[in-house]
């Protein structure tokens, strides 16, 4: 989607948001040269704030090519920001139900029609004590195989800062948004196989190791060896809470 065709909800979203952004941050921004000029791309993002969403907008709206959001279909539903939602085309995520495969069509319609499609692999909020990328979902990889379209990692610090995850927000002193975009990820070796689980599972792995080796640059800092997987932690403690039970 080329600057022109940005449409006038997303130009009006950015009227409103970008003055408070430039106040609430100053900005570290690295890597646009790696967001292709035309053609339908996927960008695969890191998750530290509820505010990283907005920062790393400003970021791609910047470049030209605006990004498509895959967001919780509730937000639709509400209001001015549910008007938004629909007016700059992001697209609505319906969890457990039958509509869930809507999503994914959607964004691989998206990128066919040369748009951007930005995913957090993550699907929330990291849980990592330390904040390092979590355990990705497949959605991103799936897009990509379907569609072969190129797969842009990008890594942000700064938002959890003015903004922590579940915390209190800290305004002061004026903290700095640092993101950097990558080049594309090398998914060349899953190239025309069938997406099955471990398929899929392997492709994201390799993104997310995109995007927390361009973390790991930003924060200047190795990330641990072993990443975090809300999964596991829960089966674990699960199996302490039935060990605890049967001691008792």
Not at 142 to 154: D, E, F
Request: charged share 25%.
């Amino acid at each position: 989607m080329s600057r022109r065709r940005i449409g006038f909800w997303y130009r009006l979203a950015a009227a409103l948001c970008k003055p408070p952004l430039r106040a609430l941050v100053k900005r570290d921004w690295r890597g646009a040269e790696h967001i292709p000029a035309d053609g339908g791309f996927i960008t695969a993002v890191n998750h530290n704030s509820y505010l990283d969403p907005f920062f790393y907008a400003h970021f791609q709206y910047n470049t030209g090519r605006v990004p498509r959001f895959l967001a919780k279909d509730g937000l639709f539903k509400k209001g001015i920001v549910g008007t938004m939602m629909r007016g700059t085309g992001q697209i609505p995520v319906y969890r457990e139900s039958t509509d869930a495969s809507t999503a994914f069509r959607a964004a691989v319609k998206a990128v066919e029609d040369g748009e951007c499609v930005a995913f957090y692999p993550e699907g929330t909020l990291t849980r990592d004590p330390q904040l390092w990328p979590m355990k990705g979902k497949t959605g991103a990889a799936r897009v990509a195989l379907v569609t072969g379209a190129p797969v842009i990692p990008v890594a942000h610090w700064g938002a959890n800062e003015v903004l922590p995850p579940y915390g209190r927000p800290r305004l002061f002193p004026r903290k700095t948004f640092h993101l950097l975009a990558g080049p594309p990820v090398d998914l060349s070796e899953f190239h025309g196989k069938e997406p099955t689980p471990e398929v899929l599972a392997a492709a994201t792995d390799v993104i997310m190791d995109a995007v927390t080796r361009l973390l790991e640059e930003l924060r200047g800092e190795p990330a641990p060896a072993e990443r975090f997987d809300p999964k596991t932690v829960r089966a674990e403690q699960r199996r302490r809470s039935a060990d605890r039970k049967e001691n008792s």
